[in-house]
């Protein structure tokens, strides 16, 4: 699956799914910096871009999370960059 894409029936745009781990926007909480949510594999996590920071986290453990993290850094640049350009 592309890094942006649309789920068939689910029409939130996904950034990337990777190890079953689904990565998409997080809504903006006003302060305008981007925020993956992350999805899958049994638990939930908020992602802040720019610099990154691991938010709340649901049911992951250390490892699943430092795995989310290594995903997220590899893909920081073009979600941040994406992010920026929907905000213009």
């Known amino acids: 699956m592309g890094l942006f ?23 903006d909480d006003g302060s305008g910096r981007p925020s993956v949510v992350v999805t ?6 908020t992602v802040w871009l720019a ?6 986290t649901r049911e992951y453990c250390w490892p699943e999370v430092e795995h989310i993290t290594q ?3 590899e893909h920081e640049a073009a979600w941040v960059a ?6 213009a």
């Not at 899958?40 to 996590?45: E, V």
């Open 51 to 56: 610099p990154l920071e691991v938010g709340e």
């Open 5 to 27: 894409s649309r789920s068939g029936q689910d029409k939130t745009q996904r950034l990337a799914e990777v190890a079953g781990f689904v990565f998409r926007y997080g809504t």
């Open 82 to 87: 994406d992010w920026d350009k929907r905000a």
């Open 40 to 45: 899958g594999n049994g638990g939930s996590s």
């Open 71 to 73: 995903i997220v850094q």
